[in-house]
């Protein structure tokens, strides 16, 4: 019930779990975000910072510390840094254990009262998420006469409907065009992420594709039972 983005910034700051991560191209993502840096990442190699061998910049250890800026500031910043010109501010330091240790010990108490907060709000999530699916379980029952691949019209042709809410990433048939096999895949969708092929059926070999449904065409939305064609 927490659906991932399709897209995310690069120098995206987030958080999962005990995970934390600035995303080094711009990709889908389902992290927590909570900053905008720049990319630890040059995918060519340009800058003082980095090689076209070793594009990224990070090593084990390293510690990071982020300057607060405004947006326009930023932007100026990054373009400085595709152009190979921004050069990161490093000092050498020797990581203390010992000094981990007694920080962490420091903020127990915060540390803590944080956890039992996080807690309780997790518990609250996962209640509020379970009567989501409960409600949205109900509405595909109360949908589901309606959302079966095949209805047979008055019209007297078959209507090849959507099994789920997603995007048209890929017609892969055209008007005129007759179902050889069963599994031949009609349409790609694409949902969370994911392609999803949908194949003809058997039930369907030996039809003629009549026409698309209203709408119906690549990087459009289509839902549950939507019509995607018309058979004959």
């Known amino acids: 019930m927490n659906p991932s983005r399709t897209y995310t910034p690069r120098g995206a700051v987030g958080l999962a779990g005990l995970v ?13 975000l909570y900053g905008r840096t720049l990319p630890a990442w040059q995918t060519w190699g340009q800058g003082s910072n980095f090689s076209p061998d070793k594009p990224w910049m990070l090593q084990p250890f390293d510690q990071i510390h982020f300057e607060v800026i405004k947006e326009e500031e930023y932007q100026k910043l990054e373009q400085q840094f595709d152009a190979g010109q921004y ?4 000092e050498n330091c020797i990581f203390s254990l010992k000094d981990y240790t007694d920080f962490i010990n420091s903020i127990e108490t915060e540390t803590s009262a944080f956890r039992n907060k996080q807690t309780k709000a997790v518990l609250q999530q996962e209640q509020k998420e379970q ?22 019209n008055s019209d007297g042709l078959v209507h090849f409907t959507a099994p789920l809410s997603a995007m048209i990433w ?8 007759t179902i050889q096999h069963e599994d031949e895949i009609l349409v790609i969708l694409e949902a969370m992420k994911t392609q999803i092929p949908v194949k003809a059926g058997r ?13 119906v065409q690549e990087g459009e939305q289509v839902n549950a039972g939507d019509n995607l064609f018309f058979l004959e």
Request: charged share 20%.
């Open 131 to 152: 009567l989501l699916l409960e409600e949205w379980l109900k509405e595909q029952r109360n949908h589901s006469k309606h959302s079966e691949t095949t209805q047979i």
């Open 87 to 90: 050069s990161f501010k490093m």
């Open 170 to 177: 890929k017609i892969l048939v055209q008007s005129g065009t």
């Open 203 to 215: 039930q369907h070999v030996g039809r003629i594709i009549k026409a698309f449904g209203k709408g």
């Open 20 to 32: 934390s991560a600035i995303y080094p191209v711009e990709s889908p993502g389902g992290y927590q």
